[in-house]
């Protein structure tokens, strides 16, 4: 009697425990679609991207090089140096150039520091009073100490 008014409620089968059902037809063609579609787009990847004997370097970055290499000869293996350069968006340019032509030195945009890189490579250079000439390597690339620099 008792067992017939928990199946009338509806809570005879509440400890037992219905069989698991796995994802189903649906969820395992989502699955393959979206695994094919993955395996497309990656062997679309390698089949358009260069090989490496079809790299070439880049001819901005290496002009960079050029006009930055016998500055870099006369610095430091290591260390910070500042830089002072043009203020408009081709010296924030020619900046990122310089790094990556003189690493693995850092180059700081500030002249706060004893030996300064100058890059006025569009226009005469206008230096601080307390940055003095050492050399000029030309083509607009200057070095330069700061007095007050410790």
């Known amino acids: 009697m008792l067992e017939t008014a928990y199946n009338a ?7 037992q425990s219905s069989p698991s ?5 649906r969820g395992t063609v989502g699955v393959l679609l979206f695994v094919v579609g993955c395996l497309l787009s990656t062997f679309r990847l390698i089949y358009t991207a260069p090989g490496p004997a079809h790299l070439r370097r880049d001819e901005v970055a290496l002009r960079s090089e050029q006009r930055f290499f016998a500055l870099g000869t006369q610095l430091p293996a290591r260390g910070v140096i500042g830089y002072v350069g043009e203020s408009d968006n081709r010296g924030t340019e020619d900046y990122y150039l ?8 850092v180059i700081e945009r ?3 520091h004893p030996l300064v890189i100058a890059s006025f ?6 230096l601080p ?3 003095q000439l050492v050399r000029d390597f030309g083509n607009g690339v200057l070095l330069l100490s700061n007095k007050d620099a410790r």
């Open 129 to 131: 009073e307390n940055l």
């Open 21 to 25: 059902q796995g994802p189903g037809a």
């Open 110 to 112: 500030s002249p706060n």
């Open 98 to 105: 310089a790094q990556y032509a003189l690493a693995p030195l």
């Open 9 to 15: 409620a509806g809570l005879s089968n509440m400890n």
């Open 121 to 126: 490579p569009n226009s005469r250079p206008v």
